[in-house]
């Protein structure tokens, strides 16, 4: 469980983030959902303990991720807004590796390669150099690296950003396999039907602000629109439009 209370982070005289709290449950899919500068990637990194927020907590699964980051960050799974690939590593090096950092033995890095392989279809360029991956290809490495450990708690920045429709649907069924483990996942995103297809909870945040949480249906209907998108300009306009 990912619990976060009054976070904070400004760059300079720019308030990034602004007093943003939320809760991301085991057993469901939480969506931050914003438009591009809302603060979404801000928040995220101060979630998974890249950057320390000026203000709040954050609790991974009860550890404090400002005070003990390492400990927060091994109870955590990330796929960043950067990518990131070694591309002179080939798809299996790269998940070996992160494997390794997280102090995973051989024989376990090898059994979750295996399983990642399958559940992502990655058989055909697991043991290519990622030097000139699509960036589907790209995405699903980035993926099964950052799952090797298998984390209870998965934090996606943007995952399907700029994926073809195929890939889109296997990362959805993907999460949705991984929600029915009892896992906790946490993903940003400014793409709306992505949020409707799999997000049990949605956090809309604006200007570095929360403006509302709830499933898709109590955001509509605390609207009183008929779609997300309606609804999301609604409650980032204050109604305006």
Sequence with gaps: MISVQSISKSFGEV???????????DGQITALLGANGAGKTTSMRMIYALIKP???????DGIDSVKDPIAARARMGVL???????TRLTARENIEYFGRLQGMT????????????????????????????????????ALARCLVHDPQNILL????????VMSTRGVR????????????????????????AVCDDIVVIDAGVIRSRGSESELLAETGRT?????????????QL
Excluded: W
């Design 15 to 25: 308030e990034a983030v602004k007093n943003v709290s939320l809760e991301a449950a």
């Design 54 to 60: 000026a203000t709040g907590t954050v609790m991974i």
């Design 80 to 86: 960043p807004d950067a990518r990131g690939l070694y």
């Design 106 to 141: 051989d024989a376990d890095i090898s059994r979750r390669i295996d399983e990642m392989v399958e559940r992502l279809g990655m058989e055909k360029f697991i043991d290519r150099k990622t030097d000139g991956f699509s960036q589907g290809q790209r995405v699903k490495v």
């Design 157 to 164: 920045d943007e995952p399907t950003n700029g994926l073809d």
């Design 173 to 196: 069924e993907f999460l949705r396999d991984e929600k029915a483990k009892g896992k906790c996942i946490l993903f940003s995103s400014h793409v709306m039907q992505e949020v409707s």
């Design 227 to 239: 779609n997300l998108e309606d609804a999301f300009v609604h409650l980032v306009t204050g109604g």
